[in-house]
């Protein structure tokens, strides 16, 4: 059974930093893609950020540019995101997943595999 653990979520003020980690099983993905997924109350889920989990590339939404740094510890299973600047619209539930598929657009892979979400709140 694949298992990604999300933590790291909580509560922030509009400006804060928070960052969220997930333990991969980095094998399931060697040659695929991980990622970072968020759902506020009544919208969709977005992609908000990914990596290929060997070779290093990347792939934001335009909100996370500039923002939000997507990173791992291949030797701790680990994937992170490193939120800085929130704002009230980052509000969601963060998701991390994992695909066994590479693409240069890492967004549009498809993820199979699911965190249980962290929430994330940010107050003005």
């Known amino acids: 059974q694949v298992q990604l653990v999300e933590s790291g979520g909580g509560l922030a003020q509009a400006g804060d930093s928070l960052r969220l980690s997930c333990v991969v099983p980095?094998?399931?993905?060697?040659?695929?893609?991980v990622g970072w997924f968020r759902q506020a109350p009544g919208k969709a889920r977005e992609f908000v950020a990914g990596?290929?989990?060997?070779?290093?590339?990347?792939d934001y939404a335009d909100f996370a540019k500039g923002r939000f740094t997507v990173s791992k510890d291949t030797s701790k299973n680990t994937l992170f995101l490193q939120m800085n600047n929130l704002t009230p619209q980052d509000t969601a539930v963060y998701y991390c997943?994992?695909?066994?598929?590479?693409?240069?657009?890492?967004?549009?892979?498809?993820?199979?595999?699911w965190g249980q979400g962290t929430q994330v709140t940010v107050s003005s």
């Open positions: 997943a994992g695909s066994v598929f590479r693409s240069t657009v890492i967004r549009s892979v498809k993820y199979d595999y």
């Open positions: 980095g094998r399931t993905f060697i040659d695929g893609s």
């Open positions: 990596m290929w989990w060997v070779g290093g590339r990347t």
